[in-house]
């Protein structure tokens, strides 16, 4: 690959999240977010998968991560009060208003937050930097470099799958071969059994992002908890916890199912 054509891809995902980075800052509307975060995942991967042949490291910006971390904490929070909403809908329960005022006001000092570092010539910026930095050509050999050095790092977690982080690191590394399929494809027969076709590496993806988005739900539960004496408000509260926490067990059930598929030489 040339590196007019690296140039290109990078470029294009820059522009993309630009874009979503205006649209954010109006309202921090929910889906922007997510797509937002979503183009940066998939650049950092790419920028990963580079890096097994630059001689210095390709990165994005401090002022970019640092936004890029607080608006997933508003989405976090904005997914909270949907499924918290979501709950009482099916229950009947009251709605326990000191717990949705505390994540709405979370919610405001993110938002603020977030914009204090960064502006849109963050990423014209760090484009160019990145674009000064990159190799003459990406040789096929790093693609396979790349893909050995993920499957180590996943053989090294699959040991503590029992540990809720490990399975947060599993679907990074996941999601880093999948974000570089277009590359990878070519040399899919180098991954073990159970992800070596792209249809599992998303129905795996799929289900650790459940049980991630599961985990960050009861933990915003704990956290925001504390200090609400309201006893009627708590018993809500810890309704909701327990049912969470039931979800949470089966969804880690599928995962370990879909784990023990992967086969390692």
Known sequence: MKRNKISVIIKRRFDKAGKLFIRIIIDFEIESIHQFRTEIKKLRAFLRLLNMQSDRQLKISKEIKKFYGCIGMIRNLQLQIKNVNDYLENSGDQIPATYIEKLNAEI????TDSTKFISAENFSDNVEK????LPINFKKASIKQFIFKKLNELKQLVIYIHDDEALHSIRKILKDILYNWSF?????????AGIAEKKNILS???????????KIGLELLRTYCSGIIESEENKVLQKIIQKWQAEKLNLKQQIYYYLRLIQFS
């Not at 405001?108 to 938002?111: A, G, H, M, N, Q």
């Not at 990145?130 to 930095?133: L, V």
Request: proline share 4%; hydrophobic share 35%.
């Open 130 to 133: 990145i674009i000064n930095r």
């Open 108 to 111: 405001e000092l993110c938002k």
């Open 204 to 214: 795996l993806t799929e289900i650790l992002g459940d049980f991630c988005d599961k």
């Open 184 to 192: 990878i494809k070519h040399y899919h027969k180098l991954l073990p």
